[in-house]
Nanobody, 117 residues
């Protein structure tokens, strides 16, 4: 299986970005999906999760109300809409897929998000 992120870039504080993660080579609809980020010198941090059917989502307080995760099982793609971006959101953002029954998991290669004026 493979995950490929896209949509990162440079944005000013207060701006928005939409990340995409395209999946291939596995049964996407059977996997819970999540976005994580890692800033230089910091540990990787979970920023959003969505269950396999897209019914339930979860966010840490640091992004709640600003970030929205969604998925399109027909397109094998998960999205992260990021609004009201702050400089502290600067990081490499990674997409993750996990099937808790089989314990299979996949990671993308990451996409850089930089929030700066």
């Amino acid at each position: 299986g493979q995950l490929v992120e896209s949509g990162g870039g440079l944005v000013q504080p207060g701006g928005s970005l939409r990340l995409s993660c395209a999946a291939s080579g596995f049964a996407f609809r059977n996997y819970d999906m999540s976005w994580h980020r890692q800033a230089p010198g910091k540990e990787r941090e979970l920023v959003a999760t969505v269950t396999s059917a897209g019914i339930s989502t979860n966010y840490p307080d640091s992004v709640k109300g600003r970030f929205t995760i969604s998925r399109d099982n027909g397109k094998n793609t998960v999205y992260l809409q990021m609004n009201s971006l702050k400089p502290e959101d600067t990081a490499v953002y990674y997409c993750n897929a996990v099937n808790w029954r089989s314990r299979n998991a996949y990671w993308g290669q990451g996409t850089q998000v930089t929030v700066s004026s």
